[in-house]
C-alpha cells in the first residue's frame, strides 16, 4: 500500500532555517516524480517544488524560489525539503504528493498527511 | 501564469440532492484538470483526473466534465460522507488550485 509521511516541522524562528522529509513506502520510490504542496491555516493549497524521478529536473514556485532546496535520496526512498530564510508567509501544513507515473507534470495522486510548520518570533 | 477560480465558494445541499461545482481557468488548459476532495486535518484525495477520468475506487456518483477554461464537478446524488471542501487544479503549466468550494451537508 502506497504511503508517504512527512516529519520535520516545528516551530522555528523568522530567518531560520528548517529540513523536511517525506519517506515512502509501498511503491518504487526511484521511479515517481514527488512534490511538495502547503496549505496556509485556513487557506487553500500552494504548490511549492517538485523533484522529478532521478533528481535531474527540480522546480519551484515563485514564493520560494531561492530559499528552498528540493532533494531525494532514492536509496533510502526519501524526499527532503530545505527550507532558509524562513518566513511568516511559510506558516502551513507541508505535504509531499507524488506525481502520476513516468510524468512531471501531472496530477497528484497520494498525499502523506502533512507536517506544520510554524514560523514565529 | 495560470489562475483557477472556483464557484461557487460554499455550497450547502441536501442528500439526494445533485451538486455541481464550476473551475473556471484563465488560459486554455486543454484536459489538463484535476478534482480533489479534503476534509478537515486530512490531506486532500484525489477524485477525478484529465478532467473526466475518475481514480481508482472513487464513487460513480462523481463525475467531472470540460475543457479548455470551463470544468464542472457533479455529484450526482450528494452522500452524507461528501462533506469537504473541492479543490480543482491545473496541470498543464506548472500547477495551480482553485481556492476550494465548501460543500455542507444540510
Known amino acids: 500500500q502506497e504511503q508517504l509521511v512527512e516529519s520535520g516541522g516545528g516551530v522555528v524562528q523568522p530567518g531560520k532555517s528548517l529540513r523536511l522529509s517525506c519517506a515512502a513506502s509501498?511503491?518504487?520510490?526511484?521511479?515517481?516524480?514527488i512534490n511538495w504542496v502547503r496549505q496556509a491555516p485556513g487557506k487553500g493549497l500552494e504548490w511549492v517544488a517538485v523533484l522529478s524521478y532521478d533528481g535531474s529536473n527540480e522546480y519551484y514556485a515563485d514564493s520560494v524560489k531561492g530559499r528552498f532546496t528540493i532533494s531525494r535520496d532514492n536509496s533510502r526512498n526519501t524526499l527532503f525539503l530545505q527550507m532558509n530564510s524562513l518566513r511568516s508567509e511559510d506558516t502551513a501544513v507541508y505535504y509531499c504528493a507524488r506525481s502520476e507515473l513516468g510524468s512531471l507534470l501531472s496530477y497528484f495522486d497520494y498525499w502523506g498527511r502533512g507536517t506544520l510548520v510554524t514560523v514565529s518570533s | 501564469d495560470i489562475q483557477m477560480t472556483q464557484s461557487p465558494s460554499t455550497l450547502s445541499a441536501s442528500v439526494g440532492d445533485r451538486v455541481t461545482i464550476t473551475c473556471r481557468a484563465s488560459q486554455s488548459i486543454s484536459s489538463w484538470l484535476a478534482w480533489y476532495q479534503q476534509k478537515p486535518g486530512i490531506a486532500p484525495k484525489l477524485l477525478i483526473y484529465k478532467a473526466s477520468s475518475l481514480d481508482i475506487g472513487v464513487p460513480s456518483r462523481f463525475s467531472g466534465s470540460g475543457s479548455g477554461t470551463e470544468f464542472t464537478l457533479t455529484i450526482s446524488s450528494l452522500q452524507p460522507d461528501d462533506f469537504g471542501i473541492y479543490y480543482c487544479q491545473q496541470y498543464k503549466t506548472y500547477w495551480a488550485f482553485g481556492q476550494g468550494t465548501k460543500v455542507e451537508i444540510k
Open positions: 509501498g511503491f518504487t520510490f526511484s521511479s515517481f516524480a
